[in-house]
């Protein structure tokens, strides 16, 4: 009797222990890449380079693929959050193409960068892929009022 309450007990203790490793440290900002995910159901993954706060450095605030959040940004991702300047590459399996551009709130201000993953095969037009994510990064932004509110910080 003892075994089966010990049992019982485990099976509702399971969800909360799996919805807390699956919680998001910046839910609005996960719920950001979530929402690009499903608007755009081709998309590979999503990745939301920010620093949570003005004197943090920036992180993966929220990505699609989950694994990858709270890792530090890399130099290809503060090079284009600081210049603006974009960076696109088709992956080294070849059936991916990784597009890096700098993200803005609604005031234009960079706040970060945003990694989009693309499916992609050989002659695939590169540069439409560049004018998807900078549509996708302008309605972000138009919605985005300031880096406080998208790490939910306001």
Known sequence: MK??????FALILTPAVAS???AAPYPHAQ?????IV???PDMLDVILHVSPTP???NIVVAAHLRH????PSG???LGVMTTGAPLVEVQKDGVRIGVLVQMRDAGRHPIGAIGLMYPYKPGDDAEAVLKRSFAIRDALAAQTPSRDALVGMR
């Open 68 to 71: 990858a959040n709270g890792e």
């Open 75 to 77: 130099e290809d991702d």
């Open 3 to 8: 075994s089966l309450f010990l049992a019982a």
């Open 31 to 35: 719920a950001v890449a979530d929402d």
């Open 38 to 40: 499903a608007r755009n």
């Open 20 to 22: 807390a490793q699956d």
């Open 55 to 57: 004197s943090a450095a």
